[in-house]
C-alpha cells in the first residue's frame, strides 16, 4: 500500500497563476484534509472532506478550492496564487466520519509550493 | 493567543538522557490528544495518543491534565534516532496543532 500519495512534490508559481495539487490515499479512509505549513504555525486546516461528495471549509480557506472526486482522491485548487500561499502543503486521511476526530491522520509527503 | 502553544525548542540533549516537552491548550472543550513527531522536511506521524490516565509506549510517557489544561511528553534514555520535532495536536471539531519543539540528540 502506497497509503497516501501527493503530486507534485514541488512547485513555483508567479503570482496570479493557478494550479491543482492532487492526494490520493489507498486505505479505503472516508475523510480526507488539507493542511498547510508555515515556520512556527504549526500546520493549519485549510479545507476537509467528511465523506465522498461533502467538502468544508477549515481555519484557513481563503484562495483555496476543493474537490472530493471520489472516495480515493481530493484535490486542491489556488485559482490565482499570491505569495503568501507559498507553504508546505499536506493532504491527510483518517477513518473519521463527520465531525469525529479522535483517529490518526496518515499525511502524504507534501508538496512545498513556493509563488513569486 | 494561539489555540495549541509549545517551547519551539531547540533541545540539545546528550544520548541517554530524559527529555521533556510540555503542550498547552487554550480549548477546555477539547476531546482528543496526540503528539506527533516530524523528520526534518517529512511528514508528521502518529507517535502516541494521549489518554487522560497517562499512558506509555516504551520509553515514550505521555500525560494529560486537564484541570491545567497541558499535555506532556517524557522520552526517557534519548537516542540518535529520536531527533525530530514533536508535535502537540488537540481535537474538539477539527485537529489543531503546535508549531512543534525540535530536538536534537547528540551523541
Known amino acids: 500500500n502506497a497509503g497516501v500519495t501527493q503530486t507534485p512534490k514541488f512547485q513555483v508559481l508567479k503570482t496570479g497563476q493557478s494550479m491543482t495539487l492532487q492526494c490520493a490515499q489507498d486505505?479505503?479512509?472516508?475523510?480526507m484534509y488539507w493542511y498547510r505549513q508555515d515556520p512556527g504555525m504549526g500546520l493549519r486546516l485549510i479545507y476537509y472532506s467528511a465523506s465522498e461528495g461533502t467538502t468544508d471549509k477549515g481555519e484557513v480557506p481563503n484562495g483555496y478550492n476543493v474537490s472530493r472526486l471520489n472516495k480515493r482522491e481530493f484535490s486542491l485548487r489556488l485559482e490565482s496564487a499570491a505569495p503568501s500561499q507559498t507553504s508546505v502543503y499536506f493532504c491527510?486521511?483518517?477513518?473519521?466520519?463527520?465531525?469525529?476526530?479522535?483517529?490518526?491522520?496518515?499525511f502524504g509527503p507534501g508538496t512545498r509550493l513556493t509563488v513569486l | 493567543r494561539k489555540e495549541v502553544e509549545q517551547d519551539p525548542g531547540p533541545f540539545n540533549v546528550p544520548e541517554g538522557a530524559t527529555v521533556a516537552f510540555n503542550c498547552t491548550y487554550s480549548n477546555s472543550a477539547s476531546q482528543s490528544f496526540f503528539w506527533y513527531r516530524q523528520d526534518c522536511r517529512k511528514e508528521p506521524k502518529l507517535l502516541m495518543s494521549v489518554y487522560s490516565s497517562g499512558n506509555e509506549d516504551g520509553r515514550f510517557t505521555a500525560q494529560l491534565n486537564r484541570a491545567s489544561q497541558y499535555i506532556s511528553l517524557l522520552i526517557r534514555d534519548s537516542k540518535l534516532s529520536d531527533s525530530a520535532t514533536y508535535l502537540c495536536?488537540?481535537?474538539?471539531?477539527?485537529?489543531?496543532f503546535g508549531a512543534g519543539t525540535r530536538l536534537t540528540v547528540k551523541p
Open positions: 486505505m479505503n479512509h472516508n475523510s
Open positions: 491527510a486521511s483518517s477513518e473519521a466520519k463527520g465531525q469525529e476526530v479522535y483517529n490518526e491522520q496518515f
Open positions: 495536536v488537540v481535537s474538539k471539531n477539527d485537529m489543531r
